[in-house]
Protein backbone atom coordinates (compact mmCIF):
# COMPACT_ATOMS: atom_id res chain seq x y z
CA UNK A 1 0.00 0.00 0.00
CA UNK A 2 3.06 2.34 1.21
CA UNK A 3 6.31 2.67 0.41
CA UNK A 4 8.76 3.68 3.58
CA UNK A 5 11.37 5.93 3.98
CA UNK A 6 13.02 8.11 6.45
CA UNK A 7 14.35 11.51 5.85
CA UNK A 8 18.66 11.57 7.21
CA UNK A 9 18.57 15.79 7.35
CA UNK A 10 18.31 14.65 11.34
CA UNK A 11 21.42 12.81 11.16
CA UNK A 12 23.00 16.27 10.52
CA UNK A 13 26.82 15.69 9.44
CA UNK A 14 26.59 11.82 9.74
CA UNK A 15 28.15 10.36 6.42
CA UNK A 16 25.48 9.75 4.46
CA UNK A 17 26.26 5.76 4.23
CA UNK A 18 26.09 5.41 7.70
CA UNK A 19 22.49 7.08 7.81
CA UNK A 20 21.61 4.65 4.94
CA UNK A 21 23.03 1.69 6.38
CA UNK A 22 20.28 2.76 9.52
CA UNK A 23 17.44 3.28 7.32
CA UNK A 24 17.51 0.14 5.56
CA UNK A 25 18.46 -2.13 8.91
CA UNK A 26 15.24 -0.57 10.25
CA UNK A 27 13.25 -1.95 7.57
CA UNK A 28 12.40 0.82 5.17
CA UNK A 29 12.20 0.77 1.76
CA UNK A 30 13.80 4.06 0.59
CA UNK A 31 15.98 7.10 1.97
CA UNK A 32 15.25 10.71 1.55
CA UNK A 33 17.90 12.88 1.02
CA UNK A 34 18.78 16.54 1.59
CA UNK A 35 19.52 18.16 -2.01
CA UNK A 36 22.99 19.81 -2.69
CA UNK A 37 24.13 18.03 -5.35
CA UNK A 38 26.52 20.14 -5.78
CA UNK A 39 28.58 19.06 -2.90
CA UNK A 40 27.70 15.50 -3.20
CA UNK A 41 28.74 12.18 -4.88
CA UNK A 42 25.68 10.46 -6.49
CA UNK A 43 27.86 7.57 -7.81
CA UNK A 44 28.62 6.66 -4.42
CA UNK A 45 25.11 7.43 -2.64
CA UNK A 46 23.92 5.34 -5.29
CA UNK A 47 26.13 3.05 -4.61
CA UNK A 48 25.50 2.58 -0.61
CA UNK A 49 21.54 2.36 -1.82
CA UNK A 50 21.80 -0.55 -3.69
CA UNK A 51 24.23 -2.05 -1.46
CA UNK A 52 21.55 -1.95 1.31
CA UNK A 53 18.79 -3.02 -0.92
CA UNK A 54 16.58 0.59 -0.54
CA UNK A 55 16.09 2.97 -3.37
CA UNK A 56 16.46 6.92 -3.02
CA UNK A 57 12.80 7.71 -2.41
CA UNK A 58 12.92 12.14 -2.53
CA UNK A 59 15.15 14.55 -2.27
CA UNK A 60 13.45 17.69 -0.07
CA UNK A 61 14.75 21.20 -1.09
CA UNK A 62 16.52 23.63 1.37
CA UNK A 63 15.36 27.40 0.76
CA UNK A 64 18.10 30.02 1.79
CA UNK A 65 18.29 33.52 1.39
CA UNK A 66 20.29 32.93 -1.88
CA UNK A 67 17.76 30.68 -3.19
CA UNK A 68 14.23 32.27 -2.78
CA UNK A 69 11.71 31.41 -5.13
CA UNK A 70 9.89 35.04 -4.24
CA UNK A 71 12.98 37.28 -3.15
CA UNK A 72 12.57 40.52 -4.59
CA UNK A 73 16.19 40.05 -6.46
CA UNK A 74 15.81 38.61 -9.64
CA UNK A 75 19.13 36.50 -9.29
CA UNK A 76 18.26 34.68 -6.08
CA UNK A 77 14.66 34.04 -7.68
CA UNK A 78 17.26 32.72 -10.74
CA UNK A 79 19.04 30.84 -8.02
CA UNK A 80 16.36 29.24 -6.37
CA UNK A 81 15.15 27.84 -9.73
CA UNK A 82 18.48 26.69 -11.36
CA UNK A 83 18.86 25.08 -7.53
CA UNK A 84 15.59 22.90 -7.75
CA UNK A 85 16.53 22.19 -11.29
CA UNK A 86 19.62 20.64 -10.24
CA UNK A 87 17.46 19.03 -7.66
CA UNK A 88 15.45 17.40 -10.24
CA UNK A 89 18.58 16.13 -12.15
CA UNK A 90 19.68 14.67 -9.13
CA UNK A 91 16.40 12.95 -8.54
CA UNK A 92 16.51 11.46 -11.89
CA UNK A 93 20.52 10.34 -11.61
CA UNK A 94 19.26 8.62 -8.64
CA UNK A 95 16.13 7.27 -9.60
CA UNK A 96 14.34 9.31 -6.92
CA UNK A 97 9.82 9.67 -7.59
CA UNK A 98 10.21 13.31 -5.69
CA UNK A 99 11.30 16.80 -5.43
CA UNK A 100 10.30 19.24 -2.93
CA UNK A 101 9.66 22.71 -3.60
CA UNK A 102 8.17 25.11 -1.31
CA UNK A 103 8.36 29.32 -2.28
CA UNK A 104 9.99 31.34 0.41
CA UNK A 105 13.69 30.74 2.08
CA UNK A 106 13.07 28.32 5.24
CA UNK A 107 12.18 30.95 7.97
CA UNK A 108 11.69 34.22 6.10
CA UNK A 109 8.27 35.06 7.80
CA UNK A 110 7.52 38.07 6.25
CA UNK A 111 6.92 38.98 2.34
CA UNK A 112 9.80 41.62 0.56
CA UNK A 113 7.03 42.17 -2.21
CA UNK A 114 3.15 42.67 -2.74
CA UNK A 115 1.90 39.17 -1.48
CA UNK A 116 -0.11 39.03 -5.10
CA UNK A 117 3.48 39.55 -6.67
CA UNK A 118 4.88 37.12 -4.71
CA UNK A 119 2.38 34.87 -5.89
CA UNK A 120 2.86 34.85 -9.17
CA UNK A 121 6.69 34.50 -9.24
CA UNK A 122 6.06 31.22 -7.13
CA UNK A 123 3.31 30.29 -9.79
CA UNK A 124 5.94 30.94 -12.86
CA UNK A 125 8.50 29.04 -11.26
CA UNK A 126 6.63 26.03 -10.16
CA UNK A 127 5.61 25.69 -13.85
CA UNK A 128 8.87 25.97 -15.22
CA UNK A 129 9.91 23.44 -12.83
CA UNK A 130 7.00 21.04 -12.81
CA UNK A 131 7.78 21.08 -16.74
CA UNK A 132 11.29 20.05 -15.98
CA UNK A 133 10.06 17.38 -13.40
CA UNK A 134 7.99 15.83 -15.81
CA UNK A 135 10.63 15.86 -18.33
CA UNK A 136 13.16 14.07 -15.91
CA UNK A 137 10.24 11.57 -14.89
CA UNK A 138 10.17 13.45 -11.30
CA UNK A 139 7.02 14.83 -9.25
CA UNK A 140 7.81 18.18 -7.87
CA UNK A 141 5.23 18.38 -5.14
CA UNK A 142 4.74 21.62 -2.60
CA UNK A 143 4.59 21.78 0.84
CA UNK A 144 3.09 24.38 3.01
CA UNK A 145 5.36 25.32 6.23
CA UNK A 146 4.19 26.64 9.26
CA UNK A 147 3.69 30.14 10.24
CA UNK A 148 7.63 30.29 11.63
CA UNK A 149 9.25 28.88 8.72
CA UNK A 150 7.19 30.65 6.16
CA UNK A 151 4.21 33.03 5.51
CA UNK A 152 3.25 32.30 2.06
CA UNK A 153 1.68 29.09 1.77
CA UNK A 154 0.65 27.45 5.10
CA UNK A 155 -2.53 25.75 4.74
CA UNK A 156 -3.31 22.77 2.14
CA UNK A 157 -6.09 25.22 0.96
CA UNK A 158 -3.43 27.55 -0.13
CA UNK A 159 -1.76 24.93 -1.88
CA UNK A 160 -4.26 23.31 -3.42
CA UNK A 161 -5.22 26.80 -4.91
CA UNK A 162 -1.91 27.05 -5.97
CA UNK A 163 -1.46 23.14 -7.34
CA UNK A 164 -4.64 24.01 -9.22
CA UNK A 165 -3.55 27.20 -11.07
CA UNK A 166 -0.72 25.94 -11.99
CA UNK A 167 -2.18 23.08 -13.36
CA UNK A 168 0.54 20.31 -14.15
CA UNK A 169 -0.13 17.20 -13.69
CA UNK A 170 4.17 17.01 -12.33
CA UNK A 171 2.81 19.49 -9.48
CA UNK A 172 1.48 17.63 -6.54
CA UNK A 173 0.67 18.47 -2.72
CA UNK A 174 2.79 17.64 0.31
CA UNK A 175 1.28 16.85 3.62
CA UNK A 176 3.96 17.78 6.61
CA UNK A 177 2.10 16.94 9.68
CA UNK A 178 4.19 19.04 12.20
CA UNK A 179 3.45 21.82 10.24
CA UNK A 180 -0.14 20.90 10.10
CA UNK A 181 -0.42 21.05 13.49
CA UNK A 182 0.00 24.12 13.51
CA UNK A 183 -1.64 25.18 10.93
CA UNK A 184 -4.74 23.08 9.77
CA UNK A 185 -8.11 23.17 11.88
CA UNK A 186 -8.60 19.43 11.13
CA UNK A 187 -4.99 17.67 9.60
CA UNK A 188 -7.44 14.58 8.36
CA UNK A 189 -10.21 16.71 6.78
CA UNK A 190 -6.71 19.12 5.07
CA UNK A 191 -5.64 15.96 3.45
CA UNK A 192 -9.05 14.92 2.22
CA UNK A 193 -9.39 17.86 0.82
CA UNK A 194 -6.22 17.70 -1.29
CA UNK A 195 -7.30 14.50 -2.46
CA UNK A 196 -5.83 13.12 -5.17
CA UNK A 197 -2.94 15.95 -5.45
CA UNK A 198 -1.56 14.11 -2.07
CA UNK A 199 2.22 13.80 -3.75
CA UNK A 200 4.15 13.03 -0.64
CA UNK A 201 3.80 12.67 3.26
CA UNK A 202 6.00 13.64 5.57
CA UNK A 203 5.60 11.97 9.20
CA UNK A 204 6.54 13.49 12.53
CA UNK A 205 4.31 14.22 15.82
CA UNK A 206 3.29 17.99 16.97
CA UNK A 207 7.06 18.62 18.66
CA UNK A 208 8.21 16.91 15.26
CA UNK A 209 9.82 14.26 17.49
CA UNK A 210 8.35 10.17 16.18
CA UNK A 211 5.28 9.32 16.02
CA UNK A 212 3.58 8.31 19.49
CA UNK A 213 6.13 10.89 21.13
CA UNK A 214 3.59 13.93 21.20
CA UNK A 215 -0.24 14.24 20.74
CA UNK A 216 -0.99 14.10 16.98
CA UNK A 217 -3.62 11.43 16.11
CA UNK A 218 -2.00 9.50 13.63
CA UNK A 219 -5.20 6.89 13.38
CA UNK A 220 -7.36 9.84 11.82
CA UNK A 221 -4.32 10.68 9.58
CA UNK A 222 -3.59 7.39 8.10
CA UNK A 223 -7.42 6.59 7.72
CA UNK A 224 -7.28 10.26 5.39
CA UNK A 225 -4.36 9.27 4.03
CA UNK A 226 -5.81 5.54 2.81
CA UNK A 227 -9.37 6.94 2.12
CA UNK A 228 -7.22 9.80 -0.88
CA UNK A 229 -6.34 6.24 -2.69
CA UNK A 230 -2.28 7.36 -1.83
CA UNK A 231 -0.04 4.54 -2.87
CA UNK A 232 3.23 6.68 -2.44
CA UNK A 233 5.95 7.38 -0.06
CA UNK A 234 5.55 7.87 3.56
CA UNK A 235 8.44 9.88 5.06
CA UNK A 236 9.62 10.39 8.47
CA UNK A 237 10.79 14.02 8.86
CA UNK A 238 11.75 14.58 12.77
CA UNK A 239 13.79 17.20 14.20
CA UNK A 240 14.96 18.15 17.41
CA UNK A 241 12.87 20.56 19.60
CA UNK A 242 14.47 23.98 18.79
CA UNK A 243 13.21 27.12 16.57
CA UNK A 244 16.31 27.14 14.86
CA UNK A 245 16.03 24.17 12.08
CA UNK A 246 19.66 24.16 10.82
CA UNK A 247 21.48 25.29 14.11
CA UNK A 248 20.64 22.42 15.60
CA UNK A 249 21.28 19.80 12.80
CA UNK A 250 25.64 21.53 12.58
CA UNK A 251 25.19 21.30 16.59
CA UNK A 252 25.60 17.91 18.56
CA UNK A 253 22.44 16.68 17.51
CA UNK A 254 20.22 14.63 19.78
CA UNK A 255 21.00 10.61 19.19
CA UNK A 256 17.43 9.38 19.32
CA UNK A 257 16.67 10.66 16.50
CA UNK A 258 18.85 7.98 15.00
CA UNK A 259 17.94 5.44 17.57
CA UNK A 260 14.90 4.60 18.63
CA UNK A 261 13.20 6.90 16.38
CA UNK A 262 14.49 5.67 13.16
CA UNK A 263 13.27 2.01 14.17
CA UNK A 264 10.13 3.40 16.34
CA UNK A 265 8.69 5.90 13.57
CA UNK A 266 8.03 3.14 10.90
CA UNK A 267 6.77 0.29 13.12
CA UNK A 268 4.19 2.85 14.74
CA UNK A 269 2.56 3.41 11.02
CA UNK A 270 2.70 -0.23 10.06
CA UNK A 271 0.89 -0.77 13.30
CA UNK A 272 -1.85 2.06 12.83
CA UNK A 273 -2.42 1.07 9.18
CA UNK A 274 -2.24 -2.58 9.91
CA UNK A 275 -5.26 -2.11 12.38
CA UNK A 276 -7.30 0.09 9.90
CA UNK A 277 -7.08 -2.03 6.82
CA UNK A 278 -7.51 -5.40 8.76
CA UNK A 279 -3.48 -6.43 8.52
CA UNK A 280 -3.21 -5.52 4.61
CA UNK A 281 -0.17 -3.44 4.77
CA UNK A 282 1.45 -4.78 8.43
C1 LIG B 1 11.14 20.52 4.94
O1 LIG B 1 10.55 19.33 4.52
C2 LIG B 1 10.39 21.14 6.05
O2 LIG B 1 9.39 20.64 6.47
C3 LIG B 1 10.85 22.40 6.61
O3 LIG B 1 10.33 22.59 7.90
C4 LIG B 1 12.33 22.53 6.66
O4 LIG B 1 12.85 21.55 7.49
MN1 LIG C 1 8.73 18.63 5.79
Not at 152 to 178: C, K
Amino acid sequence: MFRYTYNTLVYGEEPLEIGIERVARDGYDGVEIVGEPSTMAVNSIAAALEDNGVVASSIISIFTPERDIVSSKALVRRAAIDYVKSNIEFAGQLGADIVTFTPTACMKISPEAAVEREWEWAREAAAELAAEAGGAGVKLVLEPWNRYETYLITRAEQAIRFIDEVDSPHLGYMADTFHMSIEEPDIAAAIRAAGSRLSHVHLADSNRAAPGQGHTDFVSIMQAIIDTGYQGWISYELLPAAGDVWGVLSGAGAPEFKEPYTADSIRHTKAIVAQLTGGADG
